[in-house]
Nanobody, 115 residues
Framework: QVQLVESGGGLVQAGGSLRVSCAAS????????MGWYRQAPGKQRELVAI???????NYADSVKGRFTISRDNAKSTVYLQMNSLKPEDTAVYYC?????????WGQGTQVTVSS
């Protein structure tokens, strides 16, 4: 059974930083493509960043230069370091794993950026 558990969300002032983590179990993490998505109230879920199993990364234009995705295969964990946060970054952040054509989502963690 694939399980993704996010942590690290919270309330931060604009301009601040936050790191969210996603611990995976039930998969061979090293061959999974991992991603972070977010969903703000009244909006569709959108891609934030992805980190493929072969080391490629991709970011949404809105977070380029501010957010960094990384992974620790030994800990089966993917991270999202968020710097220079803006109020428009406020959303529930979800972790996603794509593993052998199987897609799994975490339960989400709330990130709130105050102005």
């Amino acid at each position: 059974q694939v399980q993704l558990v996010e942590s690290g969300g919270g309330l931060v002032q604009a301009g601040g930083s936050l790191r969210v983590s996603c611990a995976a179990s039930g998969i061979i993490f090293s061959i999974a493509d991992m991603g972070w998505y977010r969903q703000a109230p009244g909006k569709q879920r959108e891609l934030v960043a992805i980190h493929t199993s072969d080391g490629r990364t991709n970011y949404a234009d809105s977070v380029k230069g501010r957010f960094t995705i990384s992974r620790d295969n030994a800990k089966s964990t993917v991270y999202l370091q968020m710097n220079s946060l803006k109020p428009e970054d406020t959303a529930v952040y979800y972790c996603r794993a794509v593993y052998r054509s199987y897609v799994a989502w975490g339960q989400g963690t709330q990130v709130t950026v105050s102005s």
